[in-house]
């Protein structure tokens, strides 16, 4: 018997600590999303006119000049700043979806009923996916990216558009 009140107790333990490592998680989310939410929302802002404008800038040059691989650098390194930001937040919220499987595959079934309940309203709570966001607008995913490169095409095809019709 004393060796069951043991293992019940470590089970206990072991859930309130995932528990409180669960929270923390959610606080750390939360308060990314509070302090980064300005200079986020503003970086893809930004990124949106950069990358349409270095497109347009590379229609105009010759290719395998120097200027050309230059601005080209220049595209690459702003795609990876703006995926880096995405990416980041995608891979978040798909490691977060993961927990309640995780919790769910665990060893639960010889628990107590209590364990078995808390364990219960802990997948509950971490059903919701951690997302990270600018300015609670844009969710930090790769979905984005993909929306940001395309409103660059729109607005570089706007841009070719009106400089054909200039000259």
Known sequence: VLEDDV?????????KMIIEHHRGI????EDANIIFSYSTTFQLCTSVVTICMTMFQLSLKE????DFWNLLFYQGCMFLEILL???????????????????????WVPATSEFKKNLL?????AQKPIK????????????TFVNILRMSWSYFTLLCQVNNRNE
Not at 121 to 125: A, R
């Open 63 to 66: 290719p395998f000049s120097d």
């Open 121 to 125: 309203f802990f997948i509950v709570k």
């Open 7 to 15: 293992v019940i107790n470590e089970y206990n333990n072991s859930l």
């Open 26 to 29: 959610l606080k750390l989310a």
């Open 132 to 143: 990270l966001y600018a300015i609670r607008f844009f969710e930090l995913s790769l979905t």
């Open 85 to 107: 930001y995405c990416w980041c937040g995608n891979e978040a919220m798909l490691s977060s979806c993961k927990i309640p499987l995780a919790a769910f595959e665990s060893n």
